[in-house]
C-alpha cells in the first residue's frame, strides 16, 4: 500500500540524515510502500529567501505517485506566491537530470536548476 504523509524530523532521522531544516523552514512529504520509506520530497527556505528543492528515492517507489505529490507541492508554492525553486543535478544519481526536467526545471548556471513557479 502507498501512503504519503506531511514530512518532519522524524522522517529525515529514518532517511540516515543526521542534520535537517528547521520545521518552520521546510514543506514536503515522505511516501511509504508498504510502511518502508521510499521517497521523501521536499523544498527548504534558506537564509536569503530562495527555496530549494530536494528530492530522493530509495527501492520500489511510486514512481507516477511522487510525481504527482511534487506537482500538487509546487502548486501549493505557486497559490502562496513563491517566484522560483532551485535544485542541484545530483552527479551519483544516474537520472537525476531527467527527473528534473520532468518537473519543469531548466538547467542554469552553477549546475544549479531552476523552476519558475509564480508567474
Known sequence: MIAFEDLDGS???EWGLDTYP???RVLG???RRDD???ALGF???DEDNRWWGSFG???RFPAKSVHQKTLELFAALDRAGVPEILAVADPEVARSREWL???GFE???NEVWKRVVYR
Open 11 to 13: 522522517h529525515f532521522e
Open 22 to 24: 528547521h520545521p518552520s
Open 29 to 31: 512529504y515522505a511516501c
Open 36 to 38: 518502508e520509506l521510499v
Open 43 to 45: 523544498v527548504v527556505v
Open 57 to 59: 528515492s530509495r527501492g
Open 101 to 103: 526536467t520532468r518537473l
Open 107 to 109: 538547467p542554469g548556471e
